[in-house]
């Protein structure tokens, strides 16, 4: 992984095959990132994405092994028991031009993986377990 620093953000580059969630949560713990948005566009594989079932409060997972583009990633930082969670939601894209996405477990990199994270510098956005929808959802304090 490489990065530069450009005042509270970041340029992210996650190298082939270096996992991203992984990379991108190790990165916001070491800087310190409690709260953040990020963006990213490569070329990633060995993808686990999945599409939340609200019924049986769980996870429909779709595993691609293949090379896929990598359109959109967006996604957020907040703080989830103690330390930096990251949410990211993901379009990806084949060579004959269809597209997938949902929710992100992990994904490689493949050839390239650059990301933007922008850094709130707020320690006060946190996520915490919502027993109706069975997920850690967002709690915000209005400061």
Do not use: W
Not at 47 to 56: E, K, P, V
Not at 66 to 94: C, M, R, W, Y
């Amino acid at each position: 992984m490489q990065f530069q620093k450009i005042n509270h953000s970041y340029i992210v580059h996650v190298e082939e095959g270096e996992k991203v969630m992984q990379t991108l949560t190790n990165f916001c713990i070491e800087k310190g990132i409690h709260s953040a948005q990020i963006s990213g566009i490569g070329a990633v594989r060995n993808i686990d994405i999945g599409a939340y079932d609200i019924t049986n409060k769980d996870y429909i997972h779709r595993i691609f092994e293949e090379i896929l583009e990598l359109l959109s990633f967006q996604g957020n930082v907040a703080i989830k028991d103690g330390e930096p969670f990251l949410h990211a939601h993901i379009t990806l894209g084949t060579h004959d031009m269809e597209v997938y996405g949902g929710h992100l477990f992990e994904m490689e990199v493949a050839a390239v993986g650059e990301f933007i994270i922008h850094d709130f510098q707020n320690k006060n956005t946190l996520r915490q377990y919502n027993d109706d929808i069975g997920l850690a959802t967002l709690k915000l304090c209005n400061l």
